[in-house]
T-cell receptor, first 111, second 117 residues
Framework: QKEVEQNSGPLSVPEGAIASLNCTYSDRGSQSFFWYRQYSGKSPELIMFIYSNGDKEDGRFTAQLNKASQYVSLLIRDSQPSDSATYLCAAITGGGNKLTFGTGTQLKVEL | DAGVIQSPRHEVTEMGQEVTLRCKPISGHNSLFWYRQTMMRGLELLIYFNNNVPIDDSGMPEDRFSAKMPNASFSTLKIQPSEPRDSAVYFC???????????????FGPGTRLTVL
């Protein structure tokens, strides 16, 4: 079992819809979780981080964390074509500051 | 504020040659990470340093790979000898474990695209 798992997609949503990206993790000791966005040919850039159970909102983005279910999600409201990218979920694992990434979910927002 | 700086941005070399990739982390960050990204394997952590000391090199694929961090503002990743299967994008990232910055958030450099012929 991979430490951080994501569906590779592609996930296609129409413009203006809500995109829901999901991630599960295996290390129960993980406390910090991150969502990165990566455009083709570019480096990953941080969108959001979440440490506590529940929801965290930042503009059109909402991160959700459920530690009991070992589940993290990212919701993108009012999806735009510019949101089309690969979204990487990551978790601090192993008790240190090592960040383990999922393989990413490709999101396509269609006009 | 300068981000993570990597050089070169592109490197094309022939099998058997030595390749050296360079990274300058964000000033004040005390952790540095080297990743490799391929279509098949995604983003893989190769090695990371805390306060210039290597902490975990379990991701380094074999002895052909080595990394150093002689001071807080510079790190190198060396491949000797290089092989075609080393072709990938190599990213350097840095983070801080203290201060006002977001704890443990890693900031990535632009990457070095390596092609070994």
């Amino acid at each position: 079992q991979k430490e951080v798992e994501q569906n590779s997609g592609p996930l296609s949503v129409p413009e203006g819809a809500i995109a829901s990206l999901n991630c599960t993790y295996s290390d129960r000791g993980s406390q910090s979780f991150f969502w990165y966005r990566q455009y083709s040919g570019k480096s990953p850039e941080l969108i959001m981080f979440i440490y506590s159970n529940g929801d965290k909102e930042d503009g059109r983005f909402t991160a959700q964390l459920n530690k009991a279910s070992q589940y993290v999600s990212l919701l993108i409201r009012d999806s735009q074509p510019s949101d089309s990218a690969t979204y990487l979920c990551a978790a601090i694992t192993g008790g240190g500051n090592k960040l383990t990434f999922g393989t990413g979910t490709q999101l396509k927002v269609e006009l | 504020d300068a981000g993570v700086i990597q050089s070169p941005r592109h490197e094309v070399t022939e099998m058997g040659q030595e390749v050296t990739l360079r990274c300058k982390p964000i000033s004040g960050h005390n952790s540095l990470f080297w990743y490799r990204q391929t279509m098949m394997r995604g983003l893989e952590l190769l090695i990371y340093f805390n306060n210039n000391v290597p902490i975990d090199d379990s991701g380094m694929p074999e002895d052909r790979f080595s990394a150093k961090m002689p001071n807080a503002s510079f790190s190198t990743l060396k491949i000797q000898p290089s092989e075609p299967r080393d072709s990938a994008v190599y990213f350097c990232a840095s983070s801080s474990r203290a201060g006002a910055q977001i704890r443990d958030t890693q900031y990535f450099g632009p990457g070095t695209r390596l092609t070994v012929l």
